[in-house]
Structures are given as structure tokens and as C-alpha cells.
Nanobody
Framework: QVQLVESGGGLVQAGGSLRLSCAAS????????MDWYRQAPGKQRELVAR???????NYAGSVKDRFTISRDNAKNTVYLQMNGLEPEDTAVYLC??????????????WGQGTQVTVSS
């Protein structure tokens, strides 16, 4: 069984920074890609950033140039560095992974989420 555990959320003033971490543990072959999503009250879940196995990245337009996704393959950990935070970034941030649990078998896993609150 694969588990994803997020950490690093909290309360920060507008303009501040936070770094989120998501550690994958359990038995698996490799990671296909990892995502950070966010969900604010009353809004749809939004894909914030994705990082592929070989390091390519994608970002939502609303966070591009402010957020950076990265990964430490040795630690099976993905990070989301968030700079220039705005009140509109307030949400629960969830880590998700597309993970090879067998040579050709991919499954999706989700973490439980971490709250990020940005005050104005």
C-alpha cells in the first residue's frame, strides 16, 4: 500500500512564502508523476502543479512564476515552494501521485491535504 503524507501548511500573511512537502511511502516501483491540487471552500478542486518522472513541470496559470514544484527522488518526496502568496491562494492543498505499483500497473493515490491560509 502506498501512502502520501503532506506537511508544511499553515497561516501566512499576503506576500509571504510557504513550502509544502509530500512524502510517498510503501511498496512501489517508481513514480510516474506527482501533482499538487488545491480546493477552496465552494470551489472546484484545481490542479496547481505537476512534475513528471524526468523533471518536466506544468503549472496553473494563476500560480506560474510564484510557485515552484520540485522533487527529491532519493526521498520519494515532492515539494511546492509558494512565494508571493495571496489571499486567493487560501485552500486545502492535496498531493496526488500516479505511481507504478507493478512493472506496467499504475495507480493513483491521494494525500489527506494540508491547510494553507493567507491573510490580507
Amino acid at each position: 500500500q502506498v501512502q502520501l503524507v503532506e506537511s508544511g501548511g499553515g497561516l501566512v500573511q499576503a506576500g509571504g512564502s510557504l513550502r509544502l512537502s509530500c512524502a510517498a511511502s510503501g511498496s512501489f516501483f517508481s513514480i510516474n508523476y506527482m501533482d499538487w491540487y488545491r480546493q477552496a471552500p465552494g470551489k472546484q478542486r484545481e490542479l496547481v502543479a505537476r512534475i513528471f518522472n524526468r523533471g518536466a513541470t506544468n503549472y496553473a496559470g494563476s500560480v506560474k512564476d510564484r510557485f515552484t514544484i520540485s522533487r527529491d527522488n532519493a526521498k520519494n518526496t515532492v515539494y511546492l515552494q509558494m512565494n508571493g502568496l495571496e489571499p486567493e491562494d487560501t485552500a486545502v492543498y492535496l498531493c496526488a501521485g500516479s505511481i507504478y505499483v507493478g512493472p506496467t500497473t499504475i495507480r493513483d493515490y491521494w494525500g489527506q491535504g494540508t491547510q494553507v491560509t493567507v491573510s490580507s
